[in-house]
């Protein structure tokens, strides 16, 4: 009976591709948990710079500015215990927002986003100059 010259490589290519899968599986779930924190946290940041020009414009104080980021925050997954800090700088109203948030990944790595973002206002308060 002739023997087969690649008889010791069955299932070689299988188990490769099963691999391959196993790593695409992950990388792709780890964007399922990841990709969600990133978008909320680019969307908050647009929020923050539209509070802080409607608080300029509007002659309102830096409470009122708290006020609404934190009225806002769970929307965008924001955690409660971030922390805001609204202030007037160099004639400009501006909000400090930074936040820590666990993204938990499967074999029990859990990464830390750290979300630290400052907007300022585009124009400049009246009578401050």
């Known amino acids: 009976m002739?023997?087969?010259?690649?008889?010791?490589?069955?299932?070689?290519?299988r188990l490769k591709f099963l691999v391959v899968v196993v790593v695409l599986a992950a990388v792709a779930y780890a964007g399922y948990l990841y990709v969600p924190v990133r978008y909320h946290a680019f969307l908050f940041k647009d929020v923050m710079q539209n509070r802080v020009d409607a608080a300029t414009a509007?002659?309102?104080?830096?409470?009122?500015?708290?006020?609404?980021?934190?009225?806002?925050?769970?929307?965008?997954?924001?955690?409660?215990?971030?922390?805001?800090?609204?202030?007037?700088?160099?004639?400009r109203m501006e909000v400090r927002v930074?936040?820590?948030?666990?993204?938990?990944?499967?074999?029990?790595?859990?990464?830390?986003?750290?979300?630290?973002?400052?907007?300022?206002?585009?124009?400049f308060l009246a009578g401050t100059q």
């Open 58 to 91: 509007l002659g309102h104080s830096t409470s009122w500015l708290s006020e609404q980021l934190t009225k806002s925050a769970p929307e965008y997954d924001v955690p409660k215990d971030a922390l805001i800090t609204p202030q007037l700088q160099d004639g």
């Open 98 to 123: 930074q936040d820590t948030r666990p993204i938990e990944f499967p074999g029990g790595f859990t990464y830390e986003y750290k979300f630290d973002h400052t907007a300022r206002s585009i124009h």
């Open 2 to 13: 002739a023997k087969l010259a690649n008889s010791g490589e069955h299932g070689g290519a």
